[in-house]
Nanobody, 122 residues
């Protein structure tokens, strides 16, 4: 049974920090690119950060670059999102995503977590 379980969300003041974790099970974690998405009320879900399967490359939404860091531990089947200098605009439900794309067929396998709420407010 595939599971992506996020944790670490909560209420934080502007300028504060949080670290989100996503524990994966039920699939070969090291073969999947991992991403964090977020969705604020009334807005579409947006891609926040991505890390490749081996962790060699990362990419970020422009508005979080320099403040957020995505990392992974393939031995622990876990991906992290370190969020610093948080702003009220970062308030959203944050979702963990696992994506596998077959090299030859381009067949995609996509898994989602249930989300964790991050609220930035004074």
């Amino acid at each position: 049974q595939v599971q992506l379980v996020e944790s670490g969300g909560g209420l934080v003041q502007p300028g504060g920090s949080l670290t989100l974790s996503c524990a994966a099970s039920g699939f070969t974690f090291s073969r999947y690119a991992m991403s964090w998405y977020r969705q604020a009320p009334g807005k579409e879900r947006e891609l926040v950060a991505t890390i490749t399967s081996a962790g060699g490359s990362t990419n970020y939404l422009d508005s979080v670059r320099g403040r957020f860091t995505i990392s992974r531990d393939n031995a622990k089947n876990t991906v992290y999102l370190q969020m610093n200098s948080l702003e009220p605009e970062d308030t959203a439900v944050y979702y963990c995503n696992a994506l596998y794309i077959a090299v030859t067929t381009k067949y995609k396998i996509n898994y989602w977590g249930q989300g964790t709420q991050v609220t930035v407010s004074s």
